[in-house]
């Protein structure tokens, strides 16, 4: 992302959001001064990813401080606002976190709150660069010596966290150095992250991309067109169990049946050791509208349900690699978060 784009931004006053729902048609900012109205931008994924949900619950605290100074209200009011922020998306564990690393400084003032909520925005970008410095390495020791073909699935950009990315930050890296012939991005159903945010990033950034429906991931891996496939994480479990957008666990079986990395790029912030596997991660379900339609235009007949699961789950041992600011976990071969925190 170039400096003149910035996802997540204090305003002094409230919180300058990117707004994504508009991209790649307008760039466009909000600034959020209301703690329901913060809450529903991250429901209608004004501002989405986990990294970049995690700053966004950190200055969120902030909002329903000044919201509480401003209309008179009590503690409990106050303290209500903000548990409606944390719990404005239930798979990402980042939100909840940011939310949760900032209230204890609540009875220090606003200033305490926005400067620690300032320290996880700058925090997280600094872990991207050594995402991308790390996972970078890790792919280029195990794949061919050659520019590669990769593939993504959703946004995990510099538009998914506080800036440089995740899983692209792991692309931008491997790109900075040479190694990138063409990325597949998949369109991401039913919102088009992929198609909208991925690509638009990758265009900016110079780097070949191709986009594809999410059928035809499995597809382009087990027909050899993929070195080496990067995905992001909303929330990993103990056991290296990885939920991601949708789709994912489609991208992971063919990785495994072609001999594909599939290398998962996330914060160590991602990773939620109180869940020992995967089948105890909460799973969004969306409005079964947004598969039923398309720009307000059914595409379902009448009578026909909808069914909007916003994430799945990858089990551990279709995951090659954990890639975190911390270093690579090779989670297939049994080094798992869990593990890895025990030693």
Known sequence: MRDDVRTVEWAGDGLRLLDQ?????????????????????IRRLV??????????????????????????????????AIARVREARPTAVNLAAGVDRVVPLVGKGVDAVV????AVLDEDVRGNRAIGASGADWVTARTPDRPLRILTHCNAGALATA???????????????????????????????????????????????LVQADGAAPSTVLR??????????????????????????????????????????????????????????PIEERDPGEVLAWGG????????????????VTPARLVTALVTETGVLEVAKGETPGRAART
């Open 21 to 41: 729902t508009v991209l790649p048609g307008r760039v466009e900012h909000v600034v959020v001064r209301d703690a329901d109205a913060l809450v529903d931008a």
């Open 47 to 80: 501002v989405r990813g986990a990294p970049a949900l995690g700053v966004a619950g950190a200055f969120g605290v902030a909002i329903a401080m000044l919201q509480a100074e401003r209309e008179g209200w009590d503690d409990a009011a106050r303290d209500a």
């Open 115 to 118: 400067a620690e909520a300032q």
């Open 163 to 209: 800036g440089w990315g995740t899983a692209l930050g792991v692309v931008r890296e491997l790109h900075d150095r040479g190694r990138v012939e063409k990325v597949y991005a998949d369109e991401t159903r039913p919102l088009l992250q992929g198609a909208r945010l991925t690509a638009w990033e990758l265009v900016r950034a110079g780097i070949p991309c």
């Open 224 to 281: 050899g067109l993929v070195d080496v496939a990067v995905i992001g994480a909303d929330r990993i479990a103990a056991n290296g169990d990885t939920a991601n957008k949708i789709g994912s666990v489609g991208v992971a079986l063919a990785c495994a049946a072609a001999g594909v990395p599939l290398v998962v790029a996330a914060p160590w912030s991602t990773v939620d050791l109180a869940l020992a596997s995967g089948d105890l991660i």
């Open 297 to 312: 235009t059914p595409t379902a007949p009448d009578g026909a349900g909808g069914f909007n699961p916003a994430f799945d």
